[in-house]
């Protein structure tokens, strides 16, 4: 079953805390993740904070066409940030 974001909020910096349908939450920190043409305009903070939810694919999506595989996201927010 492919995982559905039912809530993101912007944290601080890169990081967005995302709320799955499954009840899975947490932060992902995702500024080591935009690299290539569609990710390199999201280095910017004010259009990184432009994220939305997919209505369809139910993951966060920006304007300029970017977006993430819901399952990466599932991922990074299972796995505990390192101190």
Not at 17 to 28: K, S, W
Request: with cysteine; hydrophobic share 35%; aromatic share 14%.
């Amino acid at each position: 079953m492919i995982p559905r974001i039912v809530e993101a909020r912007y944290v601080r910096d890169f990081t967005i805390h995302l709320r799955f349908a499954n009840g899975t939450e947490g932060d992902v920190e995702l500024g080591g993740e935009l690299y290539g043409e569609i990710f390199e305009p999201l280095k910017d903070m004010e259009t990184f904070k432009q994220f939305t939810i997919h209505p369809e694919f139910h993951t966060l999506c920006w304007p300029n066409g970017a977006d993430m595989a819901p399952e990466f996201l599932y991922e990074k927010t299972k796995v505990p940030a390192s101190s």
